[in-house]
């Protein structure tokens, strides 16, 4: 069965970076795209960005350019998204999700469990 | 891009049926048939009930339906169970190239 399996939780001071995992099996990885979704406490969700597993082409939410890097391992069917120079507005649960089709459109059939990182100083 | 706008919440009593709103512009919801659906229960992974305006995956409930007029799109939920009871977004394209989610509705079960 498709499962997305991500790292565990994370703290962080302000200014340092986060490395989230995203590990994916019983489907061909590099099929599909993965998309990374997160969501503060109480509020809703917010895209980040797109990667394709096929290519490693990306596509970013324009707020997050320049401070988020999402990359993959096709070897070991691991997604990844660096966020760096973090604030606390960063604080909340990032989620990876297999996305279908050739692109960004958020057509994401699977999603993993979430990573709560919180940034506290 | 602004998010998508939703109404904050919606109710309805079990059997009844609910439409929930998502409000765009020509820019996302009218220009491009890629509005999805997503469930979410409290602690819990979003979940996708519709993709494609109207498309429901396989295992997704046919008293999920989805809609589109002009730049809205509506997701109905028909006999309305306990199990609904969730927040609901929506997420559409747009001439970015990139998507994003709207405001997001909690649905109540009375």
């Known amino acids: 069965q498709v499962q997305l399996v991500q790292s565990g939780a994370e703290v962080k001071k302000p200014g340092a970076s986060v490395k989230v995992s995203c590990k994916a099996s019983?489907?061909?990885?590099?099929?599909?795209?993965i998309s990374w979704v997160r969501q503060a406490p109480g509020q809703g969700l917010e895209w980040m960005g797109w990667i394709s597993a096929y290519n490693g082409n990306t596509n970013y939410a324009q707020k997050l350019q320049g401070r988020v890097t999402m990359t993959t391992d096709t070897s070991t069917s691991t997604a990844y998204m660096e966020l760096r120079s973090l604030r606390s507005d960063d604080t909340a649960v990032y989620y990876c999700?297999?996305?279908?089709?050739?692109?960004?459109?958020?057509?994401?059939?699977?999603w993993g469990q979430g990573t709560l990182v919180t940034v506290s100083s | 891009q602004s998010a998508l706008t939703q109404p904050a919440s919606v109710s309805g009593s079990p059997g009844q049926s609910i439409t929930i709103s998502c409000t765009g512009t020509s820019s996302d919801v009218g220009g491009y048939n890629y509005v999805s659906w997503y469930q979410q229960h409290p602690g819990k992974a979003p979940k996708l009930m519709i993709y494609?305006?109207?498309n429901r995956p396989s295992g997704v409930s046919n008293r999920f339906s989805g809609s589109k007029s002009g730049n809205t799109a509506s997701l109905t939920i028909s006999g309305l169970q306990a199990e609904d009871e969730a927040d609901y977004y929506c997420?559409?394209?747009?001439?970015?190239?990139?998507?994003?989610f709207g405001t997001g509705t909690k649905v109540t079960v009375l």
């Open positions: 019983g489907y061909t990885f590099t099929s599909y795209g």
């Open positions: 494609d305006v109207s």
């Open positions: 999700a297999r996305e279908f089709g050739i692109a960004a459109r958020l057509r994401t059939d699977y």
């Open positions: 997420s559409s394209y747009t001439s970015s190239s990139t998507p994003h």
